[in-house]
Structure formats: C-alpha cells, structure tokens
C-alpha cells in the first residue's frame, strides 16, 4: 500500500518486521474492540475482519476523498469556464435585445433544471442504506452538475450568438475558449 | 460492513420526503412569480436589461453554492466517525440546502422586480 493507515507506535514497532505475529497477538487480545483496534493498526484490514470497529477504514475513506477533491476539481473547471462565458453573454448584451427574453427564459430552465437535481439529490439520500450509497449518489450528482452545466453554458451561448449576429465574434471566441477549458 | 443504523426510520423518512416535496412546490412558486417578473413567461414583453443579465449571473451562482454545499457534505461526511454522525451531517445539509435553494428563488424574484418596477431604472 503506497499510502498506508497511521499506525500506532507500538503496532509499529511489532509490525514492522512480523505484521501476521501482531496479528496473531490482535487475536488473543482482551476483548475483540481491542483486537479490532490492533489489527486496523498493523494492516488495512479486509472489511469482514474490521467488522467490529465502526470506524471507517483509513484506506476506504482516502479513496474516497481523493474521488471528492477530483470531482470537485473538475466542478471548478467548468464553473471558470462558464463564468468567462458569462461575462462575455454581459458584454455585448446591449445588443441582443431581441434576444434577451430568449435568453432569459434558458437561464430560467438552466435554474429550474439544477434545483430539480438538488431536490432528487435530497431525496435520494433518504433513501440512502449506507454511507457507501451516498457517496455514491453524491458522485453520481455533482458528474451530473457539471455535465448540464457545460451544457447550459453552450446553450445560453448559442442563443446569444443567434441574438447578435453583428457582435458575435467576441462570444464566439469566448465560448470556444471556455469549452476547450471545460472538456 | 454494518450500515443498518445509517438508515432512517421509515416514518422519518416520510415526513421528510413530504418536506422536500413541500421545499420543492414552494421553490416553484417562486420561481414562476420570477420568471414573470422577467416577461419570459406569460404576456410581459419588456424586460430591462439588468434583469436579463442578473438571471443568468445568478443561475451560476446559485448552482455553485449548491454544489459547494454538496462537496462540503461529501468531505464532512467522510471523516464521520460513526453512521449516527454521517446520519445527522447529512440532516443538517438537508435542512439548510432546502432553505437556500428557496431563498434563492425568493431571491432571484425581488432583484427582477426590482430591476422591472416602472420609474426605476
């Protein structure tokens, strides 16, 4: 394991060179907590052996964190890249009045589209059995999230690219340039 | 692994699925009194250019603060020591992510009102 759960000093010092010796001692422990507690010390245990132990294996629990800083790495990207594509909708707006109440209602069906995923979002984790399933669900929703808004963005782009056909270069090129972040 | 006191009693749940659903119908309604506001629904037919801009700044902003809210879930609730507080981490992001996502149509409605109302500008 490249990145192996802190052991105790003591386990340390027993596990170093014999880590099934300490294990064997985790057996004959006191009390099967105290086992437990050994054992999660000397290696990532299998999690029929952490069964006792409600604590979340170490190793379990940097997995996961490495998934949620990934995806929310991923998020920041595409919110950059949606907000470059924003300023420039505002910046040549003064011209798209006929467009505006097009673009407007998109931006409405972009908000009502992602408070729908926020509320299933909710919803779903009531129905949650395990941690597992809401991370699980969590995942699922913020790959969702960043997907409809590239989406949004590239349609909100497009009906002010339609709206403006004289100054439409600027967000052509902004629009290019944010989805060559975004993908 | 043994998850079972992670899950919620059933009529818990109920109670706050009915609560989402509540959450969700009044977050419609505010929405639609918004959207009005900004002639893109019904007869309306002026919009004021600061309103066109504020609706799609602030779709972005509001989707990044519910994600947001999202990820900080997700990091709380993997260093939960136990189910029972993953359990009552991810109560208290339901109860605060069904309040904020109707702030921010309540919102959203008086800045476009505000932006529309005849003699401001």
Do not use: C, W
């Not at chain 1, 998109?106 to 908000?111: D, G, I, S």
């Not at chain 1, 409809?148 to 009906?159: E, P």
């Amino acid at each position: 394991m490249a990145t192996a759960p802190k052991k105790s000093a003591a386990a340390q010092a027993v596990s170093a060179s014999a880590p099934m010796e300490a294990a064997a001692q985790a057996v004959s422990a006191a009390t099967p907590m105290e086992a437990a507690a050994t054992l999660n010390a000397v290696i990532p245990t299998p999690p029929d052996l952490a069964e006792p132990a409600v604590e979340i294996q170490q190793s379990f629990r940097s997995a996961l964190e490495k998934g949620v800083v990934e995806s929310r790495a991923a998020f920041v990207k595409a919110k950059t890249a949606a907000d470059e594509a924003a300023s420039a909708f505002e910046v040549s707006f003064a011209a798209a009045k006929d467009g505006a109440l097009a673009i407007n209602a998109k931006a409405f069906e972009a908000l009502r589209a992602n408070s729908e995923a926020n509320f299933d979002f909710l919803k779903a984790m009531l129905a949650a059995k395990s941690l597992s399933d809401v991370i699980a669900l969590h995942a699922e929703f913020t790959r969702k999230q960043v997907e409809t808004m590239t989406g949004q963005t590239k349609d909100i782009g497009a009906l002010t690219q339609k709206a403006m056909t004289e100054a439409v270069e600027p967000i052509k090129e902004q629009v290019a340039k944010s989805f060559k972040i975004a993908v | 692994m043994s998850n079972s006191s992670f899950e919620i009693p059933n009529e818990l749940r109920d109670f706050a699925e009915r609560s989402v659903d509540q959450a969700r119908k009044a977050f419609e309604g505010f929405l639609a009194v918004a959207q009005r506001a900004a002639g893109v629904a019904g007869d309306a037919t002026n919009t004021s250019q600061s309103g066109a801009k504020s609706v799609s700044a602030y779709v972005l902003a509001y989707t990044e603060q519910n994600v947001n809210a999202a990820f900080d879930l997700a990091h709380k609730l993997i260093k939960a020591k136990d189910p029972q507080e993953a359990l009552a981490l991810q109560s208290e992001y339901m109860k605060s992510q069904l309040a904020a996502l109707q702030n921010q149509a309540k919102e959203l409605g008086s800045i476009i009102q505000k932006s529309v109302t005849p003699g401001s500008t």
